[in-house]
C-alpha cells in the first residue's frame, strides 16, 4: 500500500493487471483535496496514450461532468479509445462507470465496473450496489483527504454512461462469408433450387 503524487506509469494491458497495480494504492495526481475518485481515471487516460489534463470535466471538476463532456474523452489526435455505454445491462468488467450526483453529494462518482453486469448478482440487502474499483469510497482514508483504491458497491441507479477501452473489449471481427456469395441458408436454399430446376 503507497500513495502516488503527478503521473505514474500503470499496466493497461488488461483489467486485471490494471486492478493489481492500483488496488490498496492511492493516487492524488495533482496534490489536492488528496485521493479522489478523478485521480485515478486520470491516471488511467494518461497511461493509454492521452496527454496530462484528460479527462475533462468542461471545467467544473465534477466527476459526473467527465461523461457530460465525453466527446471530447473518448478520442485523442486522431485514434478513439473508448466507446461510449449508455445501457446499464452492457456494462462489461473493466467499462469506466460515470455516477450522477445525489444530494450527498454533488459531484458524482466515477470508477471501473468490477463485474459485468449480466453476471452480477445483487446482494438482496444491498441491492443497488454494484461492484466497482475506485478511489474515494470506503478505502484507506487518506490523510490529506479522499481514500485509497479498493472494490466497493456503488448505487446503480445513479448511472450515467461507461467508457468502454476498447483494447479490453474488441469489438469481434464479422465472419467472412465462404465462397463467393456465402453459405447463408437463403444462399443454399436458392442454390438448391436453382439445381433443382435445372434438373442436375
Partial sequence: MAKYTGYVTLPVNSYAAWKAAVNGNGYDFD??????CYDLVVEFWWNVGFPQGYPTSGGTGNAKDIWTDRY?????????????????????????????????????HIGFADVAYSNWTPDPNEPYEYPILSEN????????????TNVHGYDIRLFLGAFRYRPWNPTPPTPTPT??????PWVLYARKLNEKRKGV
Avoid at 465462397?179 to 447463408?184: E, L, S, T, V, Y
Wanted: hydrophobic residues 25%; negative net charge.
Fill in 31 to 36: 496534490q489536492m483535496y488528496g485521493c479522489q
Fill in 72 to 108: 471530447n474523452n473518448i478520442s485523442y489526435n486522431g485514434t478513439t479509445y473508448f466507446d461510449l455505454i449508455t445501457d446499464v445491462t452492457q456494462i462489461k468488467v473493466g467499462d469506466v462507470i460515470v455516477f450522477n450526483s445525489f444530494p450527498g453529494n454533488t459531484y458524482g
Fill in 137 to 148: 469510497n470506503g478505502g484507506t482514508p487518506d490523510p490529506e483527504g479522499g481514500a485509497y
Fill in 179 to 184: 465462397g463467393r456469395r456465402g453459405n447463408f
